[in-house]
């Protein structure tokens, strides 16, 4: 057996933040968000009906429509938006001027939907 592997574990395992299960009455909207200078970013909507406010998760390099801490977030209430830029996983391409306009398109669309605050988290 390998050095700090286990007998009956495979080459490689490790713990992995596995997405949650999403609450039942969720509603999900797979869509885009349009920028300022007409780009577009996909984004995934998590909406419960009555939440108020909605964290927005966004990161240039990662796809987040997986990612654990939804379902922890629909379960304390709130809605969740995570989006993606227009060059994800791309860092040869990504200029951050152009992530702010990403971001700043989501911000809109949330605004757009009826959301009294927007947390951002990345």
């Not at 964290?55 to 801490?69: A, E, F, G, T």
């Not at 379902?71 to 227009?86: D, E, F, I, T």
């Not at 060059?87 to 990504?94: A, G, I, T």
């Amino acid at each position: 057996t390998p050095k700090g592997q286990g007998k009956g574990e495979r080459l490689g395992a490790r713990p992995r933040m596995e997405a949650g299960v999403i609450p039942d009455g969720v509603r999900t909207e797979l869509t885009t968000v349009t920028t300022a200078d007409g780009a577009s970013a996909p984004a995934v909507s998590y909406h419960l009906e009555g939440a108020t406010t909605t964290v927005m998760m966004m990161h240039p390099r990662q796809d987040l429509s997986r990612h654990y801490l939804i379902a922890l977030l629909l379960r304390a209430g709130v809605n969740v938006w995570v989006q993606g830029v227009r060059s994800v996983n791309n860092d040869l391409n990504l200029l951050h001027e152009e992530a702010v306009l990403d971001a700043a398109a989501g911000i809109v669309r949330i605004r757009d939907a009826g959301a009294e605050r927007v947390v951002l988290a990345g």
